[in-house]
C-alpha cells in the first residue's frame, strides 16, 4: 500500500515538474520573441524549443506573446490573413489559413521610406486592404451583414519579418506565435465601398525601379476577398479579440510574396488606385 502510495506521488511529482519546465520553456520563447523584435534581431524556430507545437497552442502563445507587446505600449492597428493559397499551406503543413494581430506603430502611409535596418529579413506583399466601420464582438453572420460593416477599403503593401533564424523547417504553427511574422504595413488612399464596383476584380502589378516583379489578383487570396475578410474578421472574435472602428484588416497576398530589395516601387491595383514606397 506504501508502495504504491509512494508510486503515484513519484508520478504526480514528476508530472508536476515537466508541466512547469513546459510552462518556463513557454514564458522563456515568448520572452525571447519579444526582445527580438525590440532589438531587430533573428530568433530560433518556436517548434525547435517546443517540439510537438500545435496550432492551438501556437495561438495561445501568441495571444500572450501580444499581450506583452501591449503591456509594453503597443496597439492593436488590425490583424492579416496569411498563407492563403492552397501551395501556401501545403508548404507550411497547415490545413487553412493563419492570422495575426499588425500593431500600430508598424502603420505607414503613401510614399513611404522602408529601411532594411529595421528588419531581419524583409518580404513584400500587395494586397487589398479594408478598414472597420465599427466594433464588432460577435461573428458576422453574412457578407451582405460584413459589408455593413466595412468603412473603406485601400491598397495596401505588407512587409512581413521573417525573423527566424533557421527557415528550412519553418511551420505554419512557427508563423503563428509570432504574430504570422507581423511588422509593418502601408496604406493607400481610402476608397469607400459604393465606389468600388467588385473587389475581386481588382488585380495588381508591381515593378521595382521600373522592372515589372509581381502581377496578382484580389482572388489569389482563398479565391475571393469578401468569403476571407468574413473568415478573418469571425476568426479575430474566436481568438478572443475584439476588432474596433478604424482598424485595419488586410486578406493576403495577391500574386508573389518577394524579398525586399532596395529600390523604388510602384504599385497598381487599377480601379483601387496607386501606390509608391521606396525600400532603402
Known amino acids: ?28 520563447l515568448i520572452g525571447d520573441i519579444v526582445a527580438a523584435r525590440a532589438a531587430v534581431k533573428s530568433i530560433p524556430l518556436p517548434s525547435s524549443k517546443l517540439p510537438g507545437l500545435t496550432e492551438e497552442k501556437a495561438y495561445a502563445l ?23 493559397s492552397n501551395a501556401a499551406q501545403q508548404k507550411f503543413g497547415v490545413s487553412s489559413a493563419v492570422l495575426g494581430p499588425m500593431f500600430k506603430s508598424g502603420e505607414l502611409g503613401p510614399e513611404a521610406v522602408v529601411d532594411l535596418k529595421d528588419f531581419t529579413r524583409l518580404f513584400i506583399e500587395t494586397e487589398v486592404g479594408y478598414i472597420m466601420g465599427e466594433k464588432i464582438s460577435q461573428p458576422v453572420n453574412d457578407i451582405d451583414s460584413l459589408k455593413k460593416m466595412v468603412k473603406a477599403v485601400f491598397p495596401a503593401v505588407e512587409l512581413p519579418d521573417i525573423r527566424f533564424a533557421e527557415m528550412k523547417d519553418l511551420k505554419g504553427a512557427d508563423l503563428i506565435v509570432d504574430a504570422v511574422s507581423s511588422s509593418k504595413y502601408i496604406v493607400g488612399k481610402e476608397l469607400p465601398l459604393d465606389k468600388v464596383v467588385d473587389v475581386n476584380q481588382v488585380q495588381v502589378s508591381l515593378t521595382m525601379d521600373g522592372k515589372l516583379v509581381n502581377e496578382g489578383k484580389a482572388v489569389d487570396a482563398m479565391g475571393d476577398q469578401w468569403k476571407t475578410l468574413l473568415w478573418l474578421v469571425n ?18 497576398a495577391m500574386g508573389n510574396m518577394l524579398p525586399g530589395k532596395p529600390g523604388k516601387y510602384e504599385g497598381d491595383w487599377g480601379a483601387l488606385g496607386k501606390l509608391s514606397w521606396t525600400v532603402k
Open 1 to 28: 500500500m506504501k508502495k504504491n502510495i509512494c508510486h503515484l506521488l513519484l508520478i504526480s511529482l514528476a508530472f508536476l515538474c515537466f508541466f512547469g519546465v513546459c510552462a518556463a520553456s513557454e514564458q522563456e
Open 62 to 84: 501568441q495571444k500572450q506573446m501580444v499581450g506583452k507587446m501591449l503591456d509594453k505600449g503597443e496597439k492593436i492597428g488590425g490583424f492579416k490573413a496569411g498563407l492563403t
Open 235 to 252: 476568426g479575430v472574435i474566436a481568438k478572443g479579440w475584439s476588432i474596433e472602428p478604424g482598424q485595419v484588416f488586410i486578406t493576403g
